[in-house]
């Protein structure tokens, strides 16, 4: 089959996943064609967003290297902030490719060229073609402007061609470390089920090792920024250390590339030279095996999805309880972990314990400053996440149109679910801190402080969802609507780190440390209420007229 009949099929089914996913969660009534319009036009939207946003990123990461350089020796620069920008982007492709691939696989859109005369090859390509073509322009946007960039600014434009095979095996390997990580979801940790406590905690367990996976290369990202000078200095002083590096993903890319924009003595980096070409070419072989592999492995999801990937398959529900914020708590986590664009959210609060080790000092305790800089973090993190747990579950917006509960009850489970990932993260942070350096009051307080914090970022954060963008609090699909999330979690994050900001004010005017927490923490619990009271005012969404959505 030539290529064009495959990219014109790969847009068939990339449109087919987007409108079955956005479905699921609406619930679309009425005329199907301006259904269709409004979610392409919607697709449209998101996509012309992140686009947006990696060419501004990609072109910065190459600007930092030129004008913001992490080292003296342009060497050891241009090294560390290409290996920087491969990590970052293998980081993005995977955290926002995954809900696009849960989407072509839950849709269970391929199954219906079973029955036509097409190869299982064509059909497995036309996968693969179509989470690039629902990825396209936002793909090209992060892969085309650093090598453009780093190269023009360099006066080296003969690595651009270099960089740009660099960058497509960076995509390939986070390609197939994506459906790797969603095939061991849904055949190790989503197959899972059964009503004991001991399976349910294995199964956590599983799900929280399983999003480590996924936050693996942005603590490695981590460690690279917040340390990259401290790193710089020991690689190239030691020898054996710069050797394995040399031979380490992606700083063998980097290092090669380096050489070719600085002036280096050849006979010494002989060695490393050859280590670096063969570590690359290791790697980009491996890219093209572990694509194909990738490519037949999708096929096989998408033409038998487990039972854990279609919509319905695993049935949810209310138990009995003595708590119905408890008995939705409960089912929102199951929830949550029933899908692997949703699920690395359980293991965010070993990322941030491991962020907090990072930035901290040994032996130093933190102040009010350090501390708020930390907590203001986690609630940056948390904000960005909390639409997954809002939109975790489509059905929940109907238990209060066939049962006694309130929509107010629905949220506030919703909130305490990221309250818990919140106190998660705090049980993580507190050992850490108390190991690592020491446990002040001034730590204590901070931290005492994220708790009502977290709750009225949370709570307006669906405000704005529910009032502003349209979007009801469970109807979400965070991957296809972005261009609606961004103002919510701006919001979440300006509300949630406003009573960091008062009680640094305080303390900048000569106030003592608790009297300012104590405002402070007035001021968070009076924002809690004004929000909570606000959320609880909304009514139900109505009913949808004509494909279009009517705020609620």
Same mark, same amino acid.
């Given at each position: 089959m030539r290529l064009s009949m495959l990219m014109r099929m790969? &847009? %068939? %089914?990339s449109r087919e996943a987007i409108f079955r996913s956005m479905a699921e969660v609406r619930g679309f009534r009425g005329d199907g064609r301006l259904s269709v319009k409004s979610v392409l036009r919607a697709s449209s939207i998101n996509k012309a967003f992140l686009t947006l946003v990696f060419s501004a990123l990609s072109s910065g990461i190459a600007l930092t290297a030129k004008f913001m350089p992490i080292a003296s020796? /342009?060497?050891? /620069?241009d090294s560390i902030t290409i290996a920087v920008y491969m990590l970052v982007s293998f980081f993005i492709v995977l955290s926002t490719g995954l809900p696009l691939l849960t989407s072509i696989v839950s849709s269970n859109a391929t199954r219906t060229l079973a029955s036509m005369p097409i190869s299982e090859r064509c059909i497995s390509w036309a996968n693969a073609l179509a989470f690039i073509r629902m990825y396209d322009a936002p793909l090209a946007a992060l892969i085309l402007p650093f090598p453009i960039v780093f190269g023009v600014l360099k006066g080296c434009p003969h690595v651009i061609p270099l960089l740009l095979l660099f960058s497509v095996v960076n995509f390939m390997l986070a390609f197939s470390c994506m459906v %790797? %990580?969603?095939?061991?979801?849904y055949s190790k940790v989503a197959s899972w089920e059964g009503g004991t406590s001991g399976r349910s905690f294995a199964r956590g367990l599983m799900t929280a090792l399983w999003g480590l996976g996924v936050f693996g /290369?942005?603590?490695?990202v981590n460690v690279l920024v917040s340390k990259s000078i401290e790193i710089t200095s020991v690689i190239f002083r030691s020898q054996s250390l710069f050797t394995a590096m040399s031979a380490a993903y992606p700083f063998s890319m980097g290092f090669l590339t380096s050489t070719l924009t600085a002036e280096l003595s050849s006979g010494g980096m002989l060695p490393y030279l050859v280590i670096q070409a063969l570590a690359s070419c290791l790697y980009t072989l491996l890219a093209f095996v572990g694509f194909r592999w990738s490519v037949e492995a999708l $096929?096989? $999801?998408? $033409?038998? +999805? +487990?039972? =854990? =990937?279609?919509k319905g398959g695993v049935r949810l529900s209310i138990k009995p309880s003595k708590s119905r914020a408890a008995a939705f708590l409960k089912r929102d986590l199951k929830s949550l972990t029933r899908s692997p664009s949703q699920a690395f959210v359980v293991a965010l609060p070993v990322v941030i314990g491991v962020m907090v080790f990072?930035? /901290?000092? +040994? &032996?130093l305790p933190l102040n009010l400053v350090s501390g708020s800089s930390i907590m203001v973090s986690v609630m940056g993190i948390l904000s960005f996440l909390s639409p997954y747990v809002l939109g975790s579950d489509a059905s929940a917006t109907s238990f209060t149109q066939t049962l006694p509960i309130r929509l107010g009850e629905v949220l506030f489970s919703k909130s305490l679910l990221i309250l818990a990932l919140n106190a998660a993260s705090m049980v993580i942070v507190v050992p850490v801190i108390w190991a690592y350096s020491s446990m002040s009051l001034d730590a204590a307080l901070c931290i005492a402080l994220s708790f009502p914090s977290v709750m009225a970022g949370v709570l307006v954060e669906y405000y704005v969802l529910a009032v502003i963008s349209g979007v009801g609090v469970t109807s979400l699909n965070v991957a296809l609507s972005l261009a609606k999330v961004i103002p919510s979690v701006l919001a979440g994050i300006v509300v949630s780190s406003s009573p960091y900001m008062l009680m640094l004010s305080l303390v900048t005017l000569r106030w003592d440390p608790e009297p300012s927490w104590a405002v402070s923490m007035i001021y968070s619990l009076a924002v809690l209420y004004i929000n909570r009271r606000a959320v609880l005012s909304l009514g139900l969404p109505r009913p949808q007229r004509g494909g279009e959505e009517v705020a609620s």
């Open positions: 790969a &847009g %068939l %089914l020796w /342009s060497y050891a /620069s %790797l %990580l969603t095939k061991v979801f /290369s942005a603590i490695v $096929m096989d $999801m998408c $033409m038998e +999805p +487990p039972a =854990a =990937a279609i990072l930035v /901290s000092k +040994p &032996g």
